[in-house]
């Protein structure tokens, strides 16, 4: 087997034995958990034959182990429970909601990393020049701003003031495209302005640091433009450590915004699982952390596949 | 100023800024004027020691600057102009289309990540000497005139994936694929081993012939320059020493510092007898790394006796490193074992005594690293003192500057750091730490390969120096026969992880030989006009004649 089927084989097998170890953390977790979810379904007042018939209907009598292998087993059939404060189907529930997580975090992406890398690129072609330290100052400050105020002021700004977009971004099927997009353009604007510059800095570094490499004096003396030999001949040596941090900013898209769901109130994961930890509703909670888990996992793993076929030691052996 | 003059340098100075610890930035200047020219179709050779200003010059010949380096004064006509006048797109046309660069080390000068086809042709094509069909066939072409093997698909390839005297001459294809008027060689086979250089070096040769480039070919190497060359400027720290036509700077200087490089490796050493007692006695050793399944060490013995100094010689990847992780420890050994000053040495690190470490020294080819840059000379000396002799204070000191004076380096050095020594005198630092120990043995891992001919000269002198005076016996590992030759009692040849001649000096450096030390003696450059070509007529006719 060549090393590179070998090495991809591992990196795949391992991140499926993290999610299978996170999947136990998950159920350990919501069980160590203080209270009863029997008590917090039917409150103070219920009698104690009623609690312990609940407890008995959801399983809660059982082992944890067996109650483990339970939820795992559904789960691997794609059945996440039944929520317990609605009674509904979490699988159908959350489909619908990791649907418009996926649109908002998807348009962010699409325009958030060509545009860290662009700027990236251009940083370099400046470095230490105004446009390098214009952008570095801008997307600094960006990052360094909390992301609900960020959305808060937008929304004075843009939404109030200015009537450009709507505040509160409720988006169905019967829109159409262009107007899904009109609708969350706020929250887009604001996950760029979150994600654009722990990116754009990656770039900047990665590349500077392959500018110092003998190739790229080579590049020079053949007569090459600047912005060719970043783009030719710095770029794809950097790769590997620029597809890490964006796969990274990538995840936080899906798993990370749940405070800015909550701002503009759009129905994603990330207010589901806010209204249903409050509800004390731990079906929901751990399909949730299983589903960001499992994200998270998989788009460090796409980076760690992308680092090792980028490499063209390993595409191509001896 | 149009005659037929390719290359014209008039006064040229090169500044650079300087940042040495505990100062202000400032700027200095490297080179103060230097004047030369170059013909159409001529070689010139710029030869000097590091720091001389060689690769700083050559580079002015395509208005380049590295790092800091700048151009701060006279000037460089190419093709009828002043390149340092002209703007930064004619700059852009010349460099990579007129004159084009060939780096010392092609492993890095070549992009990892893109095919050498695309990297040989992308200067041509960029400055639309050919289309990328015409460019791709000239590249065959020059890849077959240089010797590649397969010329049609060896572009095809990625630069890990040819050997490096290979990519050298990738390197030397890619810069005569756009026909360029000049060729700036820079070392161009310095990093390669002995037997593989004089390949390249014929190959540039009959390039620049049958291409008709004129070339400025840098080195620190006279007898390689000799070989190329038309004529040869001579540079000491960014003057001009002398310039003249290679038969006279070679077979008539004039300049005492010119002697001094033609005459390198004046030191003589007579070979002495075995001791009944060897020092060291390696036996039967087979060893490989953790994880492979392949042994880098083939059965190897060999004896040193003490006070005398075994060189052990071979090319890169002869396993002659090794060798001395096996005798140190550092690699456990599959088989053998390593008699030591009467006793057998454990095969790993951790199972030796403190005697055992004290009486076996190490000095290394990179005294820059084998050093704490944050210690002081007396600190670093001082080390050894403490830890096997329990020296302190005054009578430390007194050791210390004993050892500095047995070095040559005077009692002022104690407190200066690594940075502010040049190369010759870290390596000295280095002896002088290996000594403290008052060692039997002292392994020299290539511990001149990385300084200028005249430093090195002055390291061995200093080594062979300190044999007599404290009988300490060398096991000196080196690629360099000249060096061999200088300073060794006895000498063990590897080649792939085996000793293919072992013997004392004299034996093993007289006929007959076996194949390999043949190839080996007969591949190391002299310092004599026509040497090249005697050696590639020779090797051809006893290949016509088997």
């Known amino acids: 087997m060549p090393l590179i089927v070998k090495l991809l084989v591992q990196r795949i097998a391992l991140g499926l034995l993290l999610l299978f170890l996170v999947s136990i953390l998950i159920f350990a977790g919501t069980i160590i958990l203080p209270g009863d979810v029997a008590q917090s379904i039917l409150g103070q007042s219920a009698t104690p034959e009623a609690l312990a018939n609940l407890r008995r209907d959801l399983g809660l009598n059982e082992p944890p182990v067996a109650r483990y292998f339970n939820w795992l087993g559904g789960v691997l059939q794609g059945d996440l429970g039944t929520s317990l404060a609605s009674g509904q189907d979490i699988a159908t ?70 009537r450009w977009a709507p505040s509160v971004t409720t988006i169905n099927d019967s829109m159409s495209l262009g107007e899904k997009l009109h609708t969350i353009s706020l929250p887009v604007a604001v996950l760029t302005l979150v994600v654009l510059a722990h990116m754009m ?118 | 100023m149009s005659d037929d003059k390719l290359l014209k340098v008039r006064d040229l100075k090169i500044g650079a800024t300087v940042y040495p610890p505990g100062e202000k930035p400032h700027d200095i200047e490297i080179v103060h ?109 020059l890849f077959a005139k240089l010797g590649l093997p397969d010329p049609e698909n060896i572009g095809n390839r990625y630069p890990h994936q040819v050997s490096g005297g290979q990519l050298q001459r990738c390197m030397t294809a890619l810069a005569l694929c756009p026909e ?20 390249v070096l014929m190959a540039i040769k009959e390039a620049i012939r049958d291409t008709g480039v004129a070339a400025l070919y840098i080195t620190h190497d006279l007898a390689v320059v000799a070989q190329v060359s038309d004529d040869i400027l001579v ?38 007898e075995p001791t009944p007692e060897p020092v060291l006695k390696v036996q039967n050793i087979t060893a490989r790394y953790k994880g492979t399944n392949f042994d880098v060490l083939k059965n190897i013995n060999v004896e040193l006796h003490p006070g005398q100094t075994l060189a052990v010689v071979g090319e890169s990847g002869s396993g002659k490193s090794t060798l001395a992780r096996v005798i140190t420890g550092l690699l456990p050994q599959k088989q053998g074992r390593v008699h030591f000053a009467g006793r057998d040495l454990s095969i790993d690190l951790a199972g030796r005594d403190m005697e055992d470490l004290r009486e076996l020294q190490m000095i290394y080819q990179m005294a820059d690293v084998a050093m704490n840059p944050r210690q002081t000379v007396g600190t670093i000396i001082g080390r050894p003192l403490e830890l096997y002799f329990g020296l302190k204070g005054e009578e430390k000191r007194n050791r210390i500057i004993e050892l500095l004076d047995e070095i040559e380096m005077g009692v002022e050095f104690i407190d200066r750091y690594p940075a502010e020594l040049s190369g010759g005198q870290k390596q000295r630092v280095c002896i002088a730490r290996a000594l403290a120990a008052k060692p039997k ?69 007289s006929p007959p030989f076996d194949d390999y030390t043949d190839l080996l003696l007969s591949s190391v450059p002299e310092m004599k006009l026509g040497w090249l070509e005697d050696v590639i007529a020779n090797r051809k006719m006893e290949s016509a004649g088997n």
């Open chain 2, 33 to 141: 004027g230097v004047s030369f020219e170059v013909e159409k179709g001529k070689v010139l050779g710029l030869i000097g020691e590091s720091g001389a200003g060689k690769s700083t010059i050559g580079l002015s010949a395509m208005a380049y600057g590295r790092g800091g380096v700048e151009i701060t004064g006279g000037e460089v006509w190419v093709n009828g102009r002043d390149i340092l006048k002209t703007g930064l797109g004619d700059i852009r046309a010349l460099r990579g289309g007129e004159v084009t660069y060939v780096s010392q080390s092609a492993a890095a000068s070549f992009n990892p990540a893109k095919q050498i086809m695309d990297q040989v042709t992308e200067a041509a094509i960029l400055q639309g000497k050919f289309s990328k069909k015409e460019a791709e066939a000239r590249a065959i072409e």
């Open chain 1, 201 to 318: 800095r990656m770039t900047r570094a990665a590349i500077l640091n392959v500018m110092q490499s003998a190739y790229v004096e080579t590049a020079e003396l053949k007569g090459l433009r600047m912005f060719n030999i970043i783009w030719k001949h710095a770029f794809p040596n950097a790769v590997a450590p620029i597809v890490n941090v964006v796969m990274l900013n990538m995840a936080y898209l899906v798993v990370g915004v749940v405070v800015i769901e909550v701002v503009f109130t759009y129905p994603g994961m990330g207010q589901y699982l806010v209204d249903h930890v409050s509800k004390r509703d731990i079906p929901v909670v751990q399909a949730c952390g299983l589903i960001f888990a499992a994200v998270y996992i998989g788009l460090n793993m796409i980076a760690d596949i992308v680092s090792i076929v980028a490499n063209p030691r390993l595409r191509h052996p001896k």
């Open chain 2, 180 to 199: 360029p008027d000049l060729v700036v060689f820079d070392e161009p086979t310095t990093a390669l081993d002995v037997t593989t250089q004089i390949d």
């Open chain 2, 441 to 509: 043995l002292i392994i020299c891992d290539e511990v001149t390969s990385a300084l200028d001919p005249l430093v090195a000269d002055g390291i061995l002198k200093l080594l062979l120096d300190l044999q007599k005076v404290e009988d300490v016996a060398y096991l000196f590992i080196t690629h360099d026969l000249a060096t061999v030759k200088a300073i060794a009692d006895s000498i063990a040849v590897m080649y792939q992880g085996e000793v293919v001649r072992y013997g004392g000096k004299t034996d093993v450096l």
């Open chain 2, 235 to 272: 540079l000491k720290m960014g003057d001009m020493v002398e310039y003249g036509s290679v038969d006279q700077i070679i077979n008539n200087p004039q300049e005492e510092y010119t002697q001094a490089l033609v005459s390198v490796r004046s030191i003589s050493h007579e070979e002495k």
């Open chain 1, 93 to 162: 529930a959350i489909g619908k909601r990791l649907g418009n997580t996926m649109f908002l975090a998807f348009w962010a992406a699409i325009i958030s990393v060509p545009l860290a890398i662009l700027l990236g690129l251009i940083a370099v072609r400046y470095r230490e020049r105004w446009p390098d330290k214009v952008i570095s100052a801008v997307t600094l400050a960006s990052i360094s701003v909390p992301e609900f105020l960020i959305a808060y002021v937008a929304i004075f700004v843009v939404s109030v003031r200015l």
